[in-house]
Nanobody, 124 residues
């Protein structure tokens, strides 16, 4: 029953940086084993982007964003962040935050709680 709200999306140019935030309410992120970011472009399936483990802080990234994106968490603020650098037009999508009790971080169906998304548009 956690409520997740994403923020920080916008319109940027290729090569720019953008930071997203996912704030949790109702339940703390500490109750979940994994918190992840997914994205979905129009007409496409939801795609794994990144995840962070609440247990040991391990981070995971899709190959397409490795080296450019950084996921982090702030327990005091009950917020997970996604810092996106060197953005490309193919990064354009709605970005979603999600949480799960399991550890299958790449699997869309493993996540039960989702935010409503924030739009990221990268122009060329």
């Amino acid at each position: 029953q956690v409520q997740l709200v994403e923020s920080g999306g916008g319109l940027v140019q290729a090569g720019d940086s953008l930071g997203l935030a996912c704030a949790a309410s109702g339940r703390p992120f500490s109750l979940y084993a994994m918190v992840g970011w997914f994205r979905q472009a129009p007409g496409e399936e939801r795609e794994f982007v990144s995840a962070i483990s609440n247990g040991d802080g391990s981070t995971y990234y899709a190959d397409s964003v490795t080296g450019r994106f950084t996921i982090s968490g702030d327990n005091a603020k009950n917020t997970v962040y996604l810092k996106m650098n060197s953005l490309r037009p193919e990064d354009t999508a709605v970005y979603y935050c999600a949480a799960q009790f399991g550890r299958d971080y790449r699997e869309y169906n493993s996540y039960d709680s989702w935010g409503q998304g924030t739009q990221v548009t990268v122009s060329s």
